[in-house]
């Protein structure tokens, strides 16, 4: 996500993470830290859950975009229930198959994207590039 943060310069964003070195490392000083959480840890998923429709419901952003996992799942689809547009691009180590997040993904996302051309399908998710 921190490689489409100069394309993003001109509007109010804010980044979340489940890793706050990367906001510090990005100099960002007003980021969200979410938990966590994968299907394998429903009480963390609960809890990242709770985070992201809090935080999701508080901002009320006009846009959200995640580039994979659950926490980024949780954010869109509290988006959804705002009414906000919501861009899935499933993350560029997916190279297989789609992650679990991003499958799901297909029922939230306005935009729903893969970085791999070969896991494109005519009916969604579609490719635009690679964020690479």
Not at 117 to 126: E, V
């Amino acid at each position: 996500m921190m490689l489409l943060r100069s394309m993003l310069d001109t509007h109010a964003t804010r980044f979340a993470t489940t890793e706050p070195d990367l906001l510090e490392k990005a100099g960002i000083t007003d980021g969200i830290v979410l938990p966590d959480c994968n299907r394998n840890e429903p009480l963390q998923s609960l809890k990242c859950l709770i985070r992201s429709f809090g935080t999701v419901f508080s901002l009320r952003p006009a846009v959200i975009i995640s580039t994979g996992a659950a926490p980024g799942f949780f954010c869109l689809l509290a988006g959804r229930l705002i009414g906000a547009r919501t861009v899935w691009i499933d993350s560029v180590a997916n190279v297989e198959q789609l992650s679990k997040s991003g499958t799901l993904a297909r029922f939230v996302a306005t935009e729903w994207l893969t970085q791999w051309s070969h896991l494109a399908k005519p009916n969604g998710p579609h490719h635009a590039g690679a964020v690479l």
